[in-house]
């Protein structure tokens, strides 16, 4: 030693004996943030045993580097060589993935240890060779006197946890082996967890963003309500479009009607129109109605209701099968999603509206809303496949689909840019099975003929000349009876869940997921279910939802939500936004952060109450 006398105030060895109660194998990776780890942006230079994942970056490291040379400046060089490893490796653990197990702070309403905890061996060990140096760790008076008695010092410095004490911790193969990985339980369901942003919605049917740097998005409801949220969760009071009056719908529990979707488009800030799907009646004809609407000249967070201009009308010859998906692809042009009229088994004609060309019922359209007059709301894409087909409508972009219920494009992989602007959709299915299709121009998706890879109409399902693009992905009714589209994650919060593509089920609540294998070309199916025991064990997190999951969504950053309710009804206000979170790995600190542009506010503001039920 330096000096001859050696501070012995207690110390961030110190901790409550009341927190020394063990939890016997049963926590999750979470940080002193109380976020799960991450992999560093840069490799850590003194802790490097955490360089590949745990809860240091950079800065942090540098930090521990510093605390750690100014404590080894009281030693002399065989204290040195003698406690170095020690003093390093204790000051480490804020970098391990179990740093708040070992620091007790897996809980933020309670105090926490001020350094990790130790299994009973290595406990002694420390004692026996460097037992003094917990004054030098610590400014904490608890530790006065205990450097004398083994058990004293043992008591306030083991964790009782067999497991998860320091350094059975890292060498425990059941805990380490799929570290950072997604989490599975013994059925290989992947573990998820969720964080409610929004909530007293009437049957939430869709979320959008105006991608113009405000992070805002604006939720429809099926009644004919759209909402203004802002990036800190509060509502806008006054609604951003309010169809009440026009919208055909009623409170019946499953009724398709509605509003059904809504479109923004993608030069919002510059062209400022929206694209509405929606039911209406005229002259007691059941329709679908696409409008555009432009943005007011003095209130940004509300369209003009004036505005209002008819793209398109089709005649629905049944209450369902309204399809009610929009959205504007990478080429700039307007997709609509229509079903196939309603009924059962595509009734109409001779081969159904699906099979028939000549109707836009059971079909894809596109449509060029930028480029056109003021006597034709729109034009026909130039390379639209069936222009100067004979009985033809050339808007058609793809048919024979039953009825499309969410659809989306994919951003691409942010570092290859594999898979930009694929278009998935999910297609309700009738008897037997539910299906994912990747949309492709021309292209014939089966409907009557085929429902998933099987045969519906056995008659066109034998046509030579069908030539339909089967399925990415077909699940029988046992999994569920309506699919409900997703979205390939591409954000930048969860770098475990990049390339997945994520849906669900209407009918039975079930979460999925399906992932491109690259060698194939095969899609590979997983569950979700919502993680067990301490896996969504982090604030703000919880790990149940209601069960009608009606639309999915993506936020500006590219992070994912749900939106389900508890009464699948237009007048109940069941209906939740979900986060999607991956507890089990986040990317690093500062990668994902943002500054949202100012966002001008005219009426009130509601705050964001959740209701966390766990």
Not at 395 to 405: K, L, P
Not at 465 to 480: C, E, Q, T, W
Request: one cysteine or more; proline letters at 5%; aromatic letters at 12%.
């Amino acid at each position: 030693w330096k000096s001859a006398s050696v501070p012995t105030g207690g110390g961030l060895l110190w901790v409550s004996l009341v927190l020394l109660v063990p939890r016997q194998g049963n926590t999750h990776p979470q940080c002193l943030d109380y976020k799960p780890p991450f992999q560093p942006r840069e490799p850590l230079v003194f802790c490097k045993e955490y360089a590949k994942f745990g809860c240091c970056d950079l800065e942090k490291d540098d930090q521990i580097s510093k605390n750690f040379y100014n404590i080894m400046d009281h030693f002399d060089y065989l204290g040195y060589v003698t406690c170095a490893k020690y003093i390093r490796t204790i000051l480490c653990q804020e970098c391990s993935p179990y740093a708040a197990h070992l620091y007790d702070a897996e809980d933020a309403n309670t105090p926490m240890r001020d350094l990790p905890g130790l299994c009973g061996d290595y406990c002694t060990e420390f004692w026996q060779q460097c037992r003094y140096t917990i004054s030098l760790l610590t400014d904490n008076n608890a530790t006065a006197g205990i450097e004398e008695d083994r058990n004293k010092f043992c008591d306030l410095l083991e964790l009782k946890d067999r497991e998860y004490c320091y350094p059975n911790v890292l060498s425990n193969d059941k805990l380490n082996a799929n570290l950072g990985d997604v989490w599975a339980d013994p059925e290989g369901c992947v573990q998820l967890c969720l964080q409610e942003v929004a909530n007293g919605l009437r049957n939430p049917v869709a979320m959008v963003h105006a991608d113009d740097g405000t992070h805002r998005f604006f939720v429809a409801e099926q009644l004919g309500y759209v909402w203004t949220y802002l990036a800190n969760g509060s509502r806008i009071d006054r609604p951003f479009l309010n169809l009440t009056r026009a919208v055909l719908t009623s409170p019946w529990a499953g009724d398709e009607r509605g509003f059904l979707c809504m479109a923004l488009h993608p030069r919002f800030t510059v062209v400022r129109k929206a694209y509405v799907y929606y039911s209406v009646s005229v002259k007691k004809e059941e329709r679908i109605r696409i409008s555009e609407f432009t943005l007011s000249t003095d209130d940004m967070n509300q369209l003009d209701h004036s505005s209002e201009r008819t793209i398109l009308e089709v005649v629905e010859p049944a209450s369902n099968h309204n399809g009610g998906q929009l959205l504007f692809g990478h080429d700039g042009y307007l997709y609509i999603f229509i079903g196939d009229g309603g009924r059962a088994g595509d009734p109409f004609g001779k081969f159904g509206n699906s099979q028939n060309k000549s109707t836009l019922l059971g079909k894809v359209l596109r449509l060029d809303v930028d480029h056109n007059d003021n006597l034709d709301p729109y034009s026909i894409p130039s390379d639209n496949p069936f222009i100067g087909e004979k009985g033809s409508l050339p808007e058609i972009y793809a048919y024979g689909v039953r009825n499309m219920w969410r659809c989306s494009i994919d951003r691409g992989d942010p570092i290859t840019g594999q898979g930009h602007g694929r278009l998935f959709c999910g297609d309700v299915g009738q008897n037997k099975f539910e299906e994912v299709d990747l949309i492709v121009k021309g292209g014939n998706y089966g409907w009557r003929a085929k429902e998933g890879f099987s045969c519906y109409d056995n008659t066109l399902c034998r046509n030579s000349s069908l030539d339909d693009v089967l399925p990415i992905f077909a699940y029988p009714h046992k999994l569920g009876k309506s699919v409900t589209g997703g979205y390939v994650y591409r954000g930048c919060q969860m770098p475990n869940l990049n390339g997945l593509y994520i849906f669900g089920d209407f009918m039975s609540g079930r979460l999925m997921s399906l992932k491109e294998n690259g060698n194939t070309g095969d899609w590979e199916y997983k569950e979700i279910c919502m993680g067990k025991g301490q896996t969504c064990k982090f604030p703000k997190l919880i790990n149940s939802y209601y069960k009608y999951i009606i639309s999915f969504a993506e936020d500006e950053a590219g992070e994912l939500y749900f939106l389900a309710t508890g009464a699948p009804s237009a007048a109940a206000r069941a209906g939740v936004i979900y986060k999607i979170i991956d507890p089990s790995r986040r990317a690093p600190p500062g990668k994902c952060s943002f500054k949202p542009t100012h966002v001008n506010i005219k009426g009130k503001l509601i705050h964001f109450h959740p209701k966390e039920r766990k």
